[in-house]
Every structure is written in structure tokens, then in C-alpha cells.
């Protein structure tokens, strides 16, 4: 149940992004072409970090810490967007934004193997799935939500950078107090 609540602020986030991304670039003034066209720059990141921070995560097999610095980075990304003035700046940490929210995905499935074999991995993923999957509803809802009662698209998306990513740091320390003395996320248990 913790992994599930752990996954959460994933779907969330990247649901919560990918949702208003054209919204906040059709903000800089850009045509609706042009907008198209500078909402994939943020998914050129996101591949990006999806081809580097799990592959250092595999050789150096250490979890939580890229988990942590790729949410963190997340983080800051969705302030620096909200704060700048500038649409290339905006643009930019967006760009980090999706870098870092991407890049954490693949590593975090890593962590339920490390404790579940047979049948119980299967309907351990299949549960931290379908609890985690629901901030894929929650995610576009808060932050339309928030932009419908305060006119700001901006306060929508502190909230995803502030409550959601600040919640998945919070998981990822008591994940590591909690589940890595009984799982050896040092190594593999299952192999040992």
C-alpha cells in the first residue's frame, strides 16, 4: 500500500502536465501551429531523461537518491515556470520539469521487484497501479480546479510542484526508512 501512495504523485504530475502544457504555451501569444510545435520540446527532455537517469540508476543500483534529485528537479522546473516572465524561461524549465518527472517513472517500478516474486509481484504492481493511476484523474482535475477558482493558471501548477512533488520526497524518505532494510535495495534479494 505504501508503493501505491508512493506511485501516485507520478501519474498525477505528468496527467496534471501534460493536460495544461498547451494551455500555458498558447499563454506566451504563440499561433496554435507554433504552440503544437513547442509542446513536444518538453517530451524531447523527457526521452531524454528516460534513456539517462535509469541507466545511472542500474549501474551505480541506487534507487531512491535519482528517485529523490529527479522529483526535486521536477520541482524546481514547475517553480521556475510559474515565477518566470520570460516564455523561453518558462519553456525551459518545463523542459526540466518533464525531464525529471519522466526520468523517475522507470526507476520507481524497479523498487516493487525488489521485494515481490511470482504472484505476489504481479498483483502487488497490479494494486500499486490502479491506486497510483488515480491521480492520473486527480491531477488535470486540481489544477482546472484551482485555475477555474483563482483565474491563475500558475497557483494550479505550485500546487502539483509544491503538494505532489514535495509528497513524493516525504514517500521516498520513509520508503527508504521503511522498505529497504527488509528489501537490500542495495542489491537484490531475490538473487542473493
Not at 489544477?143 to 483563482?150: D, F, N, R, S, Y
Amino acid at each position: 500500500m505504501l508503493l501505491a501512495l508512493y506511485f501516485r504523485p507520478y501519474p498525477l504530475a505528468i496527467y496534471g502536465l501534460s493536460m495544461w502544457l498547451p494551455t500555458i504555451i498558447k499563454g506566451f501569444g504563440m499561433s496554435n501551429l507554433t504552440t503544437g510545435f513547442l509542446s513536444a520540446i518538453p517530451y524531447v527532455f523527457a526521452v531524454a531523461g528516460l534513456l539517462t537517469v535509469p541507466r545511472h540508476s542500474d549501474k551505480t543500483d541506487e534507487r531512491l537518491v535519482h528517485i529523490a534529485c529527479s522529483v526535486l528537479l521536477s520541482a524546481a522546473g514547475l517553480f521556475v515556470s510559474t515565477a518566470a516572465q520570460l516564455p523561453v524561461v518558462q519553456l525551459g524549465a518545463l523542459c526540466f520539469t518533464a525531464f525529471g518527472l519522466y526520468a523517475a517513472q522507470p526507476i520507481f517500478w524497479t523498487l516493487p521487484c525488489r521485494f515481490l516474486a511470482g504472484p505476489a509481484a504481479a498483483a502487488g504492481i497490479t494494486l500499486i497501479n490502479s491506486i497510483g493511476n488515480l491521480g492520473g484523474y486527480i491531477g488535470p482535475f486540481a489544477v482546472g480546479a484551482i485555475k477555474q477558482h483563482t483565474g491563475n493558471l500558475a497557483d494550479g501548477l505550485y500546487l502539483l510542484a509544491s503538494g505532489v512533488f514535495v509528497l513524493a520526497v516525504l514517500l521516498t524518505i520513509v520508503v527508504k526508512v521503511m522498505i529497504e532494510p527488509r528489501s537490500g535495495l542495495g542489491g537484490n534479494p531475490l538473487t542473493e
